[in-house]
């Protein structure tokens, strides 16, 4: 199963998860309601946050191949406080986002905040990985008012997999004994990440199959731990929405805890 989305594909999503997001702040009893998954952030911090930060990756992207850093935006970036004129400037900022995507194309180069990760320097790669956060923020938004619902699929297979290849990859050595983790969708899709002196950098690999756990155990390439979920859990497990044992887990689970703690040096 191929798990990247297409460049079309992001943007329908961007506008459909986008879409979402405004749904839910329209139906909040109020917007000083606390985000139960954003500690301290109430959901007109959360959406100050989303809004102001579409349009200066909008901006990042218009500046073209040789902006260094994250680029301002023209004008006011501040939310406003009342409800309807607070969803127009939210729709405006998602779309000032689709207009500089569809304006500069995929395979432009874009400043993207990422070294030396898996995924390109590109504008889409960086579509790619905005799709991501609004969806995580959507599913925030959708738990302040205590009904989230999980990231649609087509979404979240693409999400494991953006966020290893970017969030999770690095050329930084990790400092304990090398080893390897393994993400299984129940959806049908897995991925290994590996970690050793030279980084950590991942690939997909075939489905699991029959093989009982433990002839697994005995095989010598065998990865240290494991989490297996449908695509939302993992995904919402890597951006630490939901706790690690919401998946299910095989071997180390100590594994997992060092890689949430680890700060590679970049």
Not at 75 to 97: H, N
Not at 163 to 170: D, E, G, I, K, P
Not at 251 to 264: N, V
């Amino acid at each position: 199963m191929d798990t990247t989305l297409g460049f079309s594909d992001l943007l329908r999503l961007i506008d459909e998860r986008s879409t979402a997001f405004r749904a839910a702040v329209a139906s909040a009893p109020s917007l000083d309601m606390p985000v139960p998954t954003c500690s301290e952030w109430t959901l007109f911090d959360l959406v100050q946050h989303l809004g102001a930060g579409r349009r200066r990756w909008a901006a990042t992207i218009a500046a073209g191949p040789d902006a260094t850093a994250k680029v301002a935006p023209l004008g006011d970036v501040a939310a406003p406080g009342e409800r309807e004129a607070l969803l127009d400037w939210l729709a405006a900022s998602t779309q000032q986002l689709l207009d500089a995507l569809r304006e500069a194309g995929p395979d432009r180069g874009c400043w993207t905040g990422w070294g030396a990760s898996q995924s390109p320097h590109t504008c889409g790669a960086v579509a790619r990985h905005q799709l991501q956060e609004i969806a995580v923020h959507t599913y925030d938004a959708q738990s302040t008012l205590g009904g989230p619902q999980p990231l649609p699929v087509e979404v979240a297979l693409d999400g494991v997999e953006e966020f290893l290849f970017t969030c999770n990859a690095t050329t930084s050595a990790w400092p304990h004994t090398p080893t390897a983790f393994e993400y299984h969708a129940t959806e049908g899709c897995s991925w290994r990440l590996t970690v050793d002196g030279d980084g950590a950098r991942s690939a997909r690999i075939p489905a699991p199959g029959p093989t009982p756990a433990t002839a697994a155990a005995r095989d010598p390439d065998a990865a240290g731990a494991s989490a297996r979920g449908a695509a939302s859990e993992l995904v919402l497990v890597m951006y630490g929405r939901i706790p690690l044992e919401s998946v299910e887990l095989d071997g180390d689970r100590r594994l997992f805890d060092l890689l949430i703690a680890w700060e590679p040096e970049e």
